[in-house]
Structure formats: structure tokens, C-alpha cells
T-cell receptor, first 117, second 112 residues
């Protein structure tokens, strides 16, 4: 009964390259959330997706960042033309349904740590 | 936006002592959750308290919620070295969203 799986756990990129982070939610979960965490800081919401739909991307930078959650396969967070400021830990979380307001919790992966040289 | 602000930012105690962390938030909430994060790891859900509840217990954890003051506290009793971690409160802004917003966190260090 695997939890939320993220890969890679560590990724090093040079400025200008692309970073792709993958997230497989828990079995039976169809809602995925991406968060970014800078060192010694809290988590910042980026985007919330259901299968094939972006529900809320209010935390995503307007440029270079995109996310998808296709019908088949993991959710992907894509960062194009990375800059040093993109260095952070990126966490994915999932829930069986999107009804957090009714009392659901999020299940987190171990994160992907991006370092931009 | 930063919904929750934790206080203190860092806390150091000895094993066996109690640890109290506070969280303040800004908007109306349906529930408030507390999560724990060990260094270099993902977050783990600890406990959820609904807006119509004032106190909740789970093992050595005790959470209180004061909606009039828009604040919550997490108490860990009889702390252990293994409790060393960062603790975050999290809330949902309003009632028509599924965006969970996390506070800035309290870094707890428990010395053996």
C-alpha cells in the first residue's frame, strides 16, 4: 500500500535547463496538490489538480512553471529555463477527494529537492 | 498568502517537558490541521480540529481552537527526543476552496 511517490528525490540542473518532477498519488486518490518549500520556511501552495483538470493554480508563477495530471500516469510539475531562485524542495500531496473543507487531510510525498547551479 | 503564523519560531526543551506551539490565522475556517515534518522529509498529518470544537486529544497531543481569537495551540506532553521536528498548522481559506494554506512553522528541538 504505497504512499505518495515522488521522483526524483534530488535533481541538479544548470540555469536555463528544464526540470521535471513527478508525483504518483496514493492508490485511489484522484486529487493532487503541489507545494514549494524554501529552506527554513513553510510550504507555499502552488497548484491543485484533479485528473486531466487544473482546479486552482493561483500559487503558480505566471511564467516557466506548468503542471499536469493526465488520465494515465503521474502528475508532472515542469519548470522551464530554471533559475537559481527555483532551488527548493517541491512536495506533492494527494487526497481521495477534494473536500478538504469537509475534513480531509493531505498525504505527502517525501519531496523532490531541486538545486539549480 | 500566509494564512497561519506560528509562535514561537523555534523551541528547545528537555525530554519529559511539555511543548506548546501557537498558531494564529486570518480568515474564517472550517477546520484547522496540524502537521509534523522531520528534517528532510515530507509532512505527516497529526490532528484535525473542526471550527465547532474547542479541544481535541490524540495520545500525547492536545489541540485547542479559539475561533474568536483566530488561534490554535498544539501541546505535546512528556516530550521525547523523537518529537524533534517542525510543526505546522494549516487551514483552508474560506469555505469554497480546497487550498490548504500552511503556517510558517515551529522548529522543536527536544534534548535527551
Amino acid at each position: 500500500n504505497a504512499g505518495v511517490m515522488q521522483n526524483p528525490r534530488h535533481l541538479v540542473r544548470r540555469r536555463g535547463q528544464e526540470a521535471r518532477l513527478r508525483c504518483s498519488p496514493m492508490k485511489g486518490h484522484s486529487h493532487v496538490y503541489w507545494y514549494r518549500q524554501l529552506p527554513e520556511e513553510g510550504l507555499k501552495f502552488m497548484v491543485y489538480l484533479q485528473k486531466e483538470n487544473i482546479i486552482d493554480e493561483s500559487g503558480m508563477p505566471k511564467e516557466r512553471f506548468s503542471a499536469e495530471f493526465p488520465k494515465e500516469g503521474p502528475s508532472i510539475l515542469r519548470i522551464q529555463q530554471v533559475v537559481r531562485g527555483d532551488s527548493a524542495a517541491y512536495f506533492c500531496a494527494s487526497s481521495p477527494n477534494g473536500l478538504l473543507a469537509s475534513g480531509g487531510e493531505l498525504f505527502f510525498g517525501e519531496g523532490s529537492r531541486l538545486t539549480v547551479l | 498568502s500566509q494564512q497561519g503564523e506560528e509562535d514561537p519560531q523555534a523551541l528547545s526543551i528537555q525530554e519529559g517537558e511539555n511543548a506548546t506551539m501557537n498558531c494564529s490565522y486570518k480568515t474564517s475556517i472550517n477546520n484547522l490541521q496540524w502537521y509534523r515534518q522531520n528534517s528532510g522529509r515530507g509532512l505527516v498529518h497529526l490532528i484535525l480540529i473542526r471550527s465547532n470544537e474547542r479541544e481535541k486529544h490524540s495520545g500525547r497531543l492536545r489541540v485547542t481552537l479559539d475561533t474568536s481569537k483566530k488561534s490554535s495551540s498544539l501541546l505535546i506532553t512528556a516530550s521525547r527526543a523523537a518529537d524533534t521536528a517542525s510543526y505546522f498548522c494549516a487551514t483552508i481559506e474560506g469555505y469554497n476552496t480546497d487550498k490548504l494554506i500552511f503556517g510558517t512553522g515551529t522548529r522543536l528541538q527536544v534534548f535527551p
